[in-house]
């Protein structure tokens, strides 16, 4: 099984994603998913100048050799773009071994652990009452677990959209299934910690008396807080028995998260912007962190995500893969066959992709009382039809940015 041609696929059919396709000598196709949500050219022109030329030629059951021959032997190691490019080669190649032995990739992980993946959905609202209607909305559709961010009174924008109506209605922003906007710039949007941090909690307080004490209830601080910040939310969450708190810290500094775990039982998540177990080896060898964050994408593809799990499991720490619109439906496969397989996994963040998108990827998952489960098709179970794929160019768009009141940079 001979590797004769690699493409690089960009396509922006809700919104860009960049897909590896890899074609053998003896006519299977494998892909992996490369999208870095606002940066995508930069993982193209990786791939398409450093890792395709590499890659024809090669062995394509050798998994494990490509994936330590690309890291070691580009010298530069770790980092967004360079990891983001491994994993696509690394799930194309697990896709390619599926198919070549005629069986879906989480029986080649070990089989299933379990018979499907508990996911959680993002409700989000301007005010309570939109944001009750937003958490009705999402278990019809039969969400078991559910993440919850609102407006805060005072600000403009809230992070944690679920609909392109919340923001159309604000502001005519056009936000695709996404929060990157399409366009040249960046959008700036309106931050203030402290009126935040005496918001939420009356957030929390509402939800759980509306929809009671059973509903599994998940929160992103999307990297804003300080250390004793963070310290003061997961206190001050405490009696909403949250599933999980997410990103209080931006973790590059993994030590500030000590002083939140002295302070608070809330279980904390962190890591969808990690993409190597270095960054994990300090938050998990000292157990600051109950699950991981990461996804397959942006953390080296399905081999080392599973390293970086097995080293997790021993801590009891589990997985919370990342799985917003900016994972492709090639990189949510490769998830749900790593979450099926591993034994601590925890929970699985799955937003719906458009209608255009499910067109360009056809998918063989299902989801089914609130469980998803990849399929049982040979490889990943995903196909990219390069008609429709070709009919979606690539659109610039940027992740919107914060300034504080006195039109400081902050964190996002
Ligand atoms: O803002 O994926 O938990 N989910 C998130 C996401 C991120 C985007 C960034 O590309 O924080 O919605
Ligand atoms: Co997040």
């Known amino acids: ?118 996911a959680y959905g993002h409700a989000s609202g301007r005010d309570l009452p939109e944001l009750f209607d937003s958490i009705r909305a999402h278990q019809a559709q039969g969400y078991k677990a559910i993440r919850v961010q609102t407006g805060v009174p005072g600000l403009k924008s809230i992070y944690g959209i679920a609909s392109n109506a919340t923001y159309e209605a604000m502001d005519g922003v056009r936000y695709d299934h996404e929060p990157a906007q399409r366009g040249s710039l960046p959008a700036e949007e309106d931050w203030d910690t402290r009126s935040y941090l005496r918001h939420v909690p009356t957030v929390f307080e509402a939800v759980r008396g509306e929809f009671g004490p059973e509903l599994p209830l998940l929160h992103d601080a999307h990297h804003r807080l300080t250390p004793v910040q963070a310290a003061q939310l997961g206190k001050a969450l405490e009696p909403y028995d949250l599933f999980w708190l997410e990103d209080v810290t931006p973790a590059e500094n993994q030590e500030a998260l000590r002083l939140v775990r002295r302070h608070t039982t809330t279980p904390l998540a962190i890591g969808e912007i990690f993409n190597t177990v270095w960054d994990y080896q300090q938050i998990i060898r000292e157990q600051l962190i109950d699950y991981v964050r990461s996804a397959v994408t942006h953390t080296g593809g399905i081999s080392h995500l599973k390293k970086v799990l097995d080293y997790a499991a021993q801590y009891q720490i589990k997985s919370g893969m990342h799985g917003p619109t900016d994972i492709s439906p090639v990189g949510m496969a490769a998830a749900l066959h790593l979450g099926l397989s591993v034994h601590n996994f925890g929970i699985q963040e799955y937003m719906r992709h458009g209608a255009r998108t499910d067109q360009v990827f056809q998918q063989s998952f299902t989801w089914q009382d609130g469980l998803l489960h990849p399929g049982d098709r040979p490889g990943l179970g995903v196909e990219l039809d390069l008609d429709e794929a070709g009919k979606y160019p690539y659109v610039q768009a940027y992740l919107p940015f914060n300034r504080l009141a006195d039109g400081t940079v902050h964190d996002w």
């Open 1 to 118: 099984m001979i590797i004769d041609s690699a493409e690089v696929i960009v396509t922006s059919p809700d919104r860009n994603f960049v897909t590896l396709k890899l074609t053998t000598d003896d006519g299977l196709t494998g892909l992996g998913d490369a999208t870095l949500n606002g940066r995508e050219l930069a993982v193209v022109a990786y791939l398409k100048d450093h890792v395709v030329p590499l890659l024809l030629g090669r062995d394509a059951h050798r998994i494990e050799d490509t994936w330590q021959f690309l890291y070691r032997s580009a010298y530069w190691r770790r980092g967004p773009v360079t990891m983001a490019a491994i994993a696509a080669v690394d799930t194309a190649l697990w896709d390619l071994k599926g198919k070549a032995a005629g069986m879906p990739v989480y029986q080649l992980l070990g089989g299933a652990s379990r018979t499907g993946l508990l």
